[in-house]
């Protein structure tokens, strides 16, 4: 018992590597990119020193949340869908204008060659929101050429979200945005963007902010973008992210969100969950709320 206790610490520490599973006849996979330190106070503001020092298990040496970046690859049958892109090959050192530690991307053609697709096998990219750590290799060249990996692929974007588009270039992305532009295509609220996915509206962390439902076989997983950013959220959703566009709205959607997932048959994708992306919420004493499956 105290083995498994090691070992998910571990793992809420470090970046996670490919993981998939079965859901009915779907399979669907982590495909990571690279990571990013969140420096916990920072980033979570309504957070004291007291409650992480109650709470090490979560922090890197430096008192950073390990977030990992990457996309999900959802298939079914022959056809492929991304949703989310990562954050594309580069480096960057810490934003002092920002609660942001060093990021980094890189890996994701990579890691979809692991799982056996080509880029030109996906047949869209879904985004969550138009943030860099979601859109990079939707708008960074290939190597080797002078077009996206995706190029070929509608890009999903929501109505709103895209409509807000100016953030992106008030942060600087004016280049990105100017090369999604040709290729997004809009959705709306509970659209089935690929056969067994739906889109749903999930504002709060941007103004367009979306999640995705995956529904097969009798069991549905949730896919909430950055609704959460670490598992210790999942028993505290009343902490907003700082970078949040509406930390009220953000918390008030988490609590009716950690209620969904601990329904029956539920299963819950955190893109930012250190090596715990997949796992099941249950509230029974025996310790914190997300539970990871091991896959």
Known sequence: ?????????????????????????????????GAVRLPARGWLPDTTDEIWAA??????????????????????????????????????????????????????????????????EIEAVAFTHLHSDHLGWAWHPAPGGDL????HADYLVTEPEWARRDLLEAHGMAEAAAVLAPRVRTVADGEEVFPGVRVRLAAGHTPGHAEYVITSGGQRLIAFGDALHSPIQVDHPEWSAAVDHDAVRSAEHRRRLVAELEEPGTIGFGIHFADVVFGRVRRDGAGPAWRPLDV
């Open 1 to 33: 018992m105290a083995n498994i206790a090691v070992d998910q610490d571990e793992r809420l520490r470090r970046p996670a590597g490919i993981r998939s599973l079965r859901l009915g006849g779907m399979r669907v996979s982590f495909v990571p990119d």
């Open 55 to 120: 709470h090490p298990q979560y922090l890197d040496p430096s008192g950073s949340l390990v977030a990992s970046i990457g996309g999900l690859l959802v298939e079914n049958g022959d056809r492929a869908l991304l949703i989310d892109a990562g954050f594309g090959p580069e480096t960057l050192p810490p934003d002092p204008g920002t609660p942001r530690g060093v990021i980094h991307g890189g890996a994701l053609l990579d890691s979809l060659a692991g799982l056996g697709r080509r880029p030109e």
């Open 148 to 151: 996206p990996a995706f190029a």
